[in-house]
């Protein structure tokens, strides 16, 4: 059977194998479950549940133009993490527990981060507000933290000491932003939920004052176009059948609850938007785990047979 950080029904956190789970600890989320895909079995795993901060420019702005505020949740948005076993499930994740230290890919994104003091920094779906938590540790005057779900804002806000961070409820499928606000934007693993990603990126764009960052993380296309993502063994090789890479637009898949929607986009769909916004893109990441991670958790190997996560840094020029 093999291992890794995640066995696909289609999310990074996705069916943890037999090891490292979400990425890279043990968090044995359910059985395994055979699924015919054509000519081969593809293993997916399912669980028993199956059955305040203000930014610079924006203080001269009313409260509703700065923090979208629940009527502005479009119909579209799914919020999944608010739905009890889900955010269970996903409560219990190495990632949900032990925060960046348990993001394999962390190391990665945090080489690609500008120096964070003093700046006014936009969380895009935070989550459990690990990332706004560590920008104020850096130094950050303000970190405006936005996410969907009530749920990931509780224990965001009840984590949260730091004066510098504000959270606030936001889809970011119909987000607005003050221009100029900010002067670093960030995302990590949020962007493949969102359906018109061209729309946010030239809301980020519109919200960073020129010089500015803007570094974000979601799941790698080949890793969710697949209609059945998960790995098969095929003439004794472990691959990770892609279909339909080039039909963009919804993903269902279950994982933590059934019918979790996100959204495929290709790689250039990806990088073209930011293009078209007028981002200047600076690096983009293919991630895969370093020798020392493949050193300490072998059964990662496999890992290098397709990537899991994409990650990009891109300047507001
Ligand atoms: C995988 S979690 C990542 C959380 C955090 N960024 C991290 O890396 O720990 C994805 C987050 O995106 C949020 N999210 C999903 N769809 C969203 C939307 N339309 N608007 C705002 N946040 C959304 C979820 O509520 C969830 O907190």
Sequence with gaps: MRTGLGEASGDFEAEAASGAGDEGHAAPLGKPV?????????????????PSCQP????????KALCPRTERISAMAQNIYD?????????????????????????SVRALLPDLAGRHVVDLGCGFGWFARHAAAEGAESVLALDLSENMLARARAET?????????????????PAAGFDFAYSSLAFHYIADFDRLVRIVH???VPGSSFVFTIEHPLYMAPSRPGWAEVDGRTVWPVDGYLVEGPRTTDWLAKGVVKYHRTLGTTLNALIAAGFVIRH??????????????????????????????????
Excluded at 88 to 101: C, I, K, M, N, T
Excluded at 296 to 304: I, R
Aim: charged share 25%; glycine share 2%; hydrophobic share 40%.
């Design 34 to 50: 055979q699924y015919r895909h054509r000519r081969f079995l593809s293993w997916r795993y399912r669980t028993e549940a199956e």
């Design 56 to 63: 610079r420019r924006a203080l001269l702005l009313p409260e």
């Design 83 to 107: 739905q009890p076993a889900f955010f269970e499930g996903y409560s219990s994740l190495p990632r949900s527990v032990h925060g960046l230290a348990g993001a394999a890919e962390w190391e």
């Design 161 to 177: 000491q730091s004066l510098a961070v504000r959270y606030e409820i936001a889809d970011l499928d119909t987000l607005e932003l």
């Design 206 to 208: 519109a919200a960073l």
């Design 284 to 317: 983009v990441e293919e991630w895969k785990p370093s020798e020392a991670q493949l050193a300490a958790h072998p059964e990662w190997q496999v890992e290098l047979n397709r990537p899991m996560f994409l990650l990009i840094a891109c300047e507001r020029p």
